[in-house]
């Protein structure tokens, strides 16, 4: 009857019914018997919420008590680490480990000491006995429930154990070792429960699916897409990540009929950063429905704080229940419904955005950190919306388009500026129409609440969310000006700009040209940069970032600086960065002291983010008593990005190598003043990381901690 429940605040009811309907009689069973998305339609419980799930069939499993990663529910550390530690997951070292501490298992997800988080010990003959009893009391508690979760923590430290590691081995994933607990505790689970099922992720690196075992026939496996690109559709394969994800899903969908999948919709590392996915989503789950798959969650951002989202929504809700609908006609229609007579710009604002993101050949992942938006594209994108917002006729259009103008403008201020080296400084002019402070009454006046999936953090209140993102409140406006101090020898030129945090932004063989920072680049895009950067959580990168202060300069000579940053704990780093000699290297020496009044852990690092000319896969060289040796790479995805912690005792140098780029990168190691080092690459972004992780002993107030290294760059690994 042309009734269109587009979103909760719209309903579009036609003003004339139809003269007269013919008799219909029409059956249609979805391929998906599954059907849910937590892509925002109104808050969970209100009437708008309630009717548009109703109006478009969604369809969400019954669980029982908890979905999602459960392992330390199942099995709490608190509760059996202290007298079965053969429960949990064996590291490299031979260890059981687990986060034994209550208090810090209570803690935020950013703020608990990752690196004690490892999975179960699935192959242990006595877990899924231990697992069963957590599954009986949840089916007590809720008996009408379809499945009963059974699903990995959230990282990827999966137990190393001879016996894990064996089953691994052989069926070529590790995979193996989880399915080997999944089918024991899942025979258990059928004696006492046999009209139930268990369900499990095949996720991350448990996504390839095992050679040779069986799944339970009551055992059902979410199948996540979080790796692929989301810019291209899945079934053309024109990316290696997709490739991948293809190849798992047709081999799990040989091995099992109960596949489910777990989709990704929005980006989860800005809510409000243009995401181009939208003339996927509907031919992705094609995809899905024509490889067997019989349920699909596709998980978006609930605040509805996203570009696009009630678009977004509406071609989700539309597609899980008909995947082979004309997704092109359903944009058109929702456009011209939702946005009335500002649709053709939307339209023109969708295809520019999408066309852009094509032609800098952007691997479009759930978690972008949107390098590839300029200011070309948020200035035209602004002039797109401005129109929008002139043509708009009533408050409630003005509002809709409002809230896309406000996206872009987050664009305008986080974009890579436009930059101008002037003497003694940068000069950067961004698109942005407001500053930060603009930014956050604006978020107040539309309603938006968080600007990130904070993920492990509880409701981070915004305007502490726009400083993360924005910085200081009305201090990022659309022009800004860094001063920078030069130094430099014979050979190498650098320069700092304290208010970048203090970032070294140029590092320079004055003779052969090469600079490893990359100076107006740094400064535009505050990349390949030195910096100091937080350390949140041991172990992990969670919530890395530079450290959110200006630096003063304290000392100044021809060819030395010293900056010094105050953090609000009271924490002082004080870094000179200094030529000794005319040929020598840059020397680096920091002094991180406590000039609080309470014990503090120095949680910071030094975070050089060397430019390396070009997207090819860095070396590791370590020197150790005088000699270099190639250190194996760790790939965390092959052709992307890998990294790892190194023990520094023994090494006196460490180096980066680019291959067919006569670049070399060598830093001077002291093993005594250092925790371990840490290397990180990405070649997308065409950047390697030697990070210097200090001592993270506390220090006591006014006590000081020194590091020291030297950079130097050469076309070979440096033989003095």
């Known amino acids: 009857m042309g009734v269109r429940w587009l979103a909760p605040d719209a309903t579009h009811i036609p003003e004339m019914p139809p003269v007269a309907m013919a008799p219909i009689e029409y059956g249609y069973v979805p391929p998906f018997r599954y059907r849910w998305s937590n892509s925002y339609h109104g808050a969970p419980g209100s009437a708008g919420h309630t009717e548009f799930e109703r109006a478009h069939h969604f369809r969400m499993p019954r669980f029982a008590v908890s979905y999602g990663h459960n392992f330390y529910q199942l099995v709490p550390p608190p509760e059996y680490f202290p007298e079965h530690p053969e429960y949990f997951g ?16 209570k803690r935020e997800w950013g703020q608990r000491a990752l690196d004690r988080i490892y999975q179960l010990c699935m192959t242990n003959p006595e877990l899924p006995g231990v697992i069963m009893k957590t599954l009986r009391r949840w089916h007590a508690a809720n008996p009408g429930a379809e499945f009963w979760c059974i699903m990995q923590e959230d990282l990827g430290t999966h137990c190393l154990c001879p016996e894990c590691a064996a089953v691994d081995e052989r069926e070529g994933t590790p995979m193996g070792s989880m399915l080997t607990g999944i089918n024991r505790t899942a025979d258990l689970f059928a004696e006492e429960f046999p009209d139930k099922d268990i369900m499990t992720y095949a996720y991350a690196y448990t996504r390839r699916p095992p050679k040779h075992m069986q799944p339970r026939d009551n055992v059902y496996f979410q199948l996540c897409t979080i790796e692929c690109d989301f810019l291209r559709p899945l079934e053309e394969r024109t990316r290696d990540e997709n490739r991948r994800f293809m190849k798992d899903l047709e081999a799990w969908s040989k091995l099992t009929g109960n596949l489910l999948v777990y989709d990704y919709a929005p980006n989860f590392a800005s809510w409000m950063r243009p995401h181009p996915n939208l003339h996927v989503i509907v031919p992705n789950l094609r995809t899905y429905a024509e490889h067997d798959v019989i349920g699909t969650f596709v998980q978006g951002d609930p605040y509805g704080t996203g570009g696009m989202t009630p678009l977004r929504t509406y071609l989700i809700a539309k597609g899980m229940w008909n995947p082979y609908v004309d997704h092109a006609a359903l944009r058109e229609e929702f456009l011209r419904l939702y946005y009335a007579e500002t649709a053709p710009y939307m339209d023109e604002y969708i295809d520019f955005m999408t066309e852009y993101a094509l032609e800098k050949k952007v691997v479009m992942g759930c978690f972008d950190d949107g390098a590839w938006l300029d200011a070309t594209f948020a200035r035209r994108a602004i002039e797109i919306m401005k129109r929008a917002l002139a043509a708009a006729e009533t408050d409630t259009i003005r509002r809709r388009v409002r809230e896309q103008w406000l996206r872009l403008q987050y664009v305008g201020l986080t974009c890579a500026a436009d930059v101008t080296k002037e003497p003694g400084r940068y000069l950067l002019e961004r698109p942005a129409e407001i500053d930060s402070l603009e930014f956050l009454e604006w978020c107040r006046e539309l309603g938006i609440r968080q600007l990130d999936e904070q993920y492990g953090r509880f409701h981070v209140p915004l305007e ?43 590092f320079e063989d004055k003779r052969a040209g090469k600079d490893v920072f990359r100076g107006v680049q ?49 924490l002082v780093v004080e870094r000179t960065a200094a030529f000794q000699s005319d040929e020598g290297p840059l020397e680096l020496r920091y002094t991180i002291k406590n000039e609080g009044p309470e014990p ?121």
Request: glycine fraction near 6%; hydrophobic fraction near 35%; avoid cysteine.
């Open 90 to 105: 064996m590291n490299e070292d031979g260890e059981r480990v687990a986060m034994d501490d209550p208090e810090d298992y």
């Open 600 to 720: 503090i852990v120095p949680a910071v690092k030094v975070h050089p983010e060397f430019w390396t000319h070009g997207d090819r896969e860095p070396e590791i060289w370590l020197e150790k008593n005088g000699q270099w040796e190639k250190h194996p790479l760790k790939v965390m995805e092959a052709g992307f990005f890998g990294g790892e912690p190194i023990e520094a005792a023994g090494v006196s140098r460490w180096a980066a190598r680019v291959p067919g780029k006569r670049l070399v990168v060598a830093m001077t190691v002291h093993p005594d003043e250092l925790e371990n080092l840490f290397y990180f690459f990405n070649t997308r972004n065409e950047h390697v990381n030697l990070e210097l992780v200090p001592d993270r002993a506390p220090l006591e107030p006014g006590e000081a901690r020194t590091v020291r290294t030297a950079i130097s760059l050469d076309t070979r690994l440096p033989k003095d």
């Open 522 to 570: 740094s400064v535009a895009s505050q990349r390949w940069t030195l910096q100091e950067w937080y350390l949140q959580a041991k172990g992990t990168t969670v919530r890395e970032e530079p450290l959110r202060t200006d630096y003063e300069i304290i000392a100044q000579s021809p060819r030395s600086v010293t900056v010094r940053g105050t953090l609000e704990s009271g």
């Open 464 to 506: 502490k969310s726009v400083e993360e993102h924005l910085g200081p409140l009305g201090q990022r406006r659309p022009k800004e000006v860094y001063p920078y101090v030069s130094i430099e020898n014979a050979r190498y030129a650098a320069e700092v700009a304290p208010g970048l945090a203090g970032a070294i932004i140029r």
